[in-house]
């Protein structure tokens, strides 16, 4: 079901699934938040970098869908990364998104020189009880162990690029090893995956679609997985994944579609 959910290093419970909101103008967001919540979707992924955190503050307000029921996650964007500008971004980030709570915050990016403080901020805030679960995005193995050198605090979740072309197992296994939840950003590779000839045929195979293929293989692989769409249908089409199952040689085929191709910037480039 939809409020299938995965357990954090620290017992907080994430959904599964979630509805990702980048590139989803502030006029376009009720709508979409609206589609989702009364399909099932409790689980919402902007960034202050989104520029919609007001927007979803609304939609989630307006919604007869209680705060405490939905699980948040923003992230602290580049430039206000350190510890003090990432304790304001946070209060503006809550401001925005008029509640007095995140239910996820994330790094967004391992700025260098910079993200080891960040993340002292945010082990602060999650101390304070403003903050259920701490994680990073976007962070290599190399990145994961500075913080984990430097820092008191494990991060709970690791939200990375993922999709059939950029799959990064040992990056995967390593979070596994150290309870860091693997959270797959751009699974729909923004659009990319439609073209591939497998997942054709494996939409013909299981009389799904490519999204529900791709998106089922996420939760397989125990991935959580925020697909972005505004329109109503695909919204519920990307949520009707709980009803079938891949096999572990279909997964295996999948797998093996990886060619470590990005669609975003390489972490270590930004
Ligand atoms: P995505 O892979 O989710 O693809 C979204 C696009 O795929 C849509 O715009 C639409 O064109 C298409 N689509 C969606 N559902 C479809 C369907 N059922 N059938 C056909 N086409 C469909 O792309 P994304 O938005 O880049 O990634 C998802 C979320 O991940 C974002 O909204 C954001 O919340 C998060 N994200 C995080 C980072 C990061 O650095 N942490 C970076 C990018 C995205």
């Known amino acids: 079901d939809l409020k299938g959910t995965v357990e954090l290093a620290n017992g907080t419970r994430m959904p599964y699934l979630g509805l990702g ?20 979707y409790r689980h919402i992924d902007t960034a202050a970098f989104y520029e919609n955190e007001d927007g979803l503050g609304e939609a989630i307000k307006s919604h007869s869908i209680s705060r405490k029921e939905i699980f948040i996650t923003s992230k602290v964007w580049n430039t206000d990364q350190g510890y003090d500008e990432t304790i304001r971004a946070f209060g503006e980030s809550l401001k925005k998104l008029q509640t007095d709570y995140l239910d996820l915050y994330l ?16 082990e602060t805030l999650y101390e304070e009880g403003r903050i259920r679960a701490i994680g990073v995005s976007n962070f290599l193995q190399h990145h994961l162990e500075d913080v984990m050198a430097t820092g008191k605090i494990v991060p709970m979740v690791n ?17 596994k090893k150290h309870s860091i939840q693997y959270e797959a950003w751009s699974p729909l590779m923004q659009g990319g995956i439609f073209e ?38 695909r919204i519920e089409e990307n949520a009707s994944i709980f009803d079938f199952e891949i096999s572990e040689e279909d997964m295996k085929k999948i797998d093996a579609l990886d060619c470590n191709e990005r669609i975003g910037p390489h972490p ?3």
């Open 21 to 40: 909101v980048f590139q989803t103008p502030n006029n376009e967001i009720k709508n979409a938040v609206h589609a989702a919540l009364d399909f099932g």
């Open 107 to 122: 790094v967004h990016w391992p700025i260098k020189g910079k993200y080891t403080d960040t993340w002292r901020a945010l």
């Open 159 to 175: 939200q990375m690029e993922f999709h059939p072309h950029l799959v990064q197992q040992d990056l995967i296994d390593f979070c």
């Open 196 to 233: 591939i000839d497998l997942l054709k045929d494996l939409s013909e195979k299981y009389s799904k679609s490519i999204a529900q293929i791709v998106l089922r293989w996420d939760l397989q692989k125990g991935v959580v997985t925020i697909p972005k769409s505004v329109k109503k249908n």
């Open 268 to 270: 270590d480039k930004i």
